[in-house]
C-alpha cells in the first residue's frame, strides 16, 4: 500500500562468540517468515550489525547473507546490512590501523551506511557515563574518522541518539488533577529534553551528518524544527555566494565582505541540493521505538 518508511530492516545482536549463532538463528528466521507471507523483503530492507570489533565479523555476515539469498530464492547481492561503529576496536585497532576503510572491500558490494553510536562508544573509551553526550569531543574525533574514512564510498553515514527524552515527569492518578508546581515542572521537562536534542541535532548538521537516530516520537518535533532551521539560515547570503561560482565557475569570488575560493563552490552547491529537500532529510530519521 506504499506505506513503509524509506528504510526498514533489522538490527540483529552482535557478531561476537558469545551471540553469533542467535545472531544469525534470529536473522535466518526473521527474512524466511517474510519472503513466505510476502513474496518478497520490502525495498530498501537493511540488516544492521552491531558493535564490529574485527573485520572477520563483517566477512562472516556478507557470506551469512550471501547463503540466505540462495536458500530464499532471492538475487544475489539483494541483501544489504550496515554496520554500528561503536566500538574503539573499529576505529583504531590494537595495531594502530583502522577497520572503516577496510571494511566496504570485504562487503562484496552490500554496505550501505555506517552508524555511530554515542553511548557505547563513549563507555568504551572510559568515558563516565555522567558525560557521555552527542557533542563529547571523543564523539566528535569517532565521526570525523568515519567521514574520512568513508568519504567516496557511497556508504551514508548517521549519527546517534538523544537519550533524554521530551516526557512529563508528573503524570495525573486516576481522578486526580496535577498541581500547577507539577504542571510547569512537565512543561519544563519537555521543553529543556527538545532543546538539548535541538541542539544535538543542529551539532551534528554543522559536522556534516544529516542523518541520526530518535528514540521517542515527540523528537520528531525537533528533528524537523533543527533540519528545516538548519538549512534555512543564511538563505540568501549562500544563494548570493553561489550565484558568483555559477557567473565565474573557475575563479575566486569576493562576495560581499566574504572571499571565496573556487573549491568552496563546491560545499555551497551541497548546501543549496540538501536544503532543496531538508523535509526528506528529517524524515530518514531512525526511529526506535522499544528493542528487538
Not at 538490527?11 to 553469533?20: V, Y
Request: include cysteine.
Amino acid at each position: 500500500q506504499g506505506t513503509l518508511p524509506p528504510l526498514i530492516g533489522i538490527r540483529i545482536k552482535p557478531l561476537n562468540e558469545e551471540l553469533r549463532a542467535r545472531s544469525t538463528r534470529t536473522l535466518a528466521l526473521v527474512l524466511t517468515e517474510l519472503v513466505r507471507r510476502a513474496g518478497r523483503l520490502p525495498d530498501n530492507f537493511v540488516v544492521t550489525v552491531p558493535k564490529i570489533v574485527i573485520l572477520e565479523q563483517v566477512e562472516f555476515i556478507v557470506a551469512e547473507l550471501a547463503r540466505l539469498e540462495v536458500a530464499l530464492g532471492l538475487d544475489a547481492g539483494s541483501l544489504k546490512f550496515e554496520v554500528m561503529v561503536e566500538t574503539p576496536q573499529i576505529v583504531l585497532d590494537s595495531d594502530g590501523r583502522s577497520l572503516l576503510p577496510r571494511i566496504p572491500s570485504v562487503s562484496d558490494g552490500r554496505l550501505t551506511g555506517a552508524h555511530f553510536g554515542t553511548y557505547d562508544y563513549t563507555a568504551g573509551v572510559n568515558i563516565t557515563a555522567a558525560h557521555q553526550r552527542m557533542r563529547h569531543p571523543a564523539c566528535d574525533f569517532a565521526k570525523h574518522f568515519m567521514q574520512v574514512s568513508l568519504a567516496g564510498t557511497g556508504v551514508w553515514l548517521s549519527d546517534g541518539s538523544t537519550t533524554v527524552m521530551p516526557v512529563p515527569l508528573h503524570r495525573a492518578a486516576s481522578g486526580v488533577a496535577l498541581s500547577a508546581a507539577q504542571l510547569e515542572a512537565n512543561r519544563a521537562s519537555v521543553h529543556g529534553a527538545w532543546k538539548l536534542h535541538f541542539d544535538d541535532i543542529q551539532h551534528s548538521l554543522v559536522g556534516g551528518f544529516y542523518q541520526g537516530w530518535d528514540l521517542h516520537p515527540a523528537q520528531l518535533v525537533t528533528r524537523y524544527a533543527a533540519t528545516y532551521s538548519f538549512f534555512l539560515a543564511g538563505i540568501d547570503a549562500a544563494e548570493a555566494r553561489l550565484s558568483h561560482f555559477v557567473v565565474k565557475s573557475a575563479q575566486a569570488t569576493l562576495a560581499g565582505c566574504r572571499f571565496d575560493e573556487a573549491d568552496a563552490g563546491a560545499g555551497w552547491v551541497n548546501c543549496a541540493r540538501r536544503r532543496a529537500e531538508p523535509a526528506s532529510i528529517a524524515s530518514r530519521a531512525r526511529v526506535r521505538m522499544g528493542g528487538v
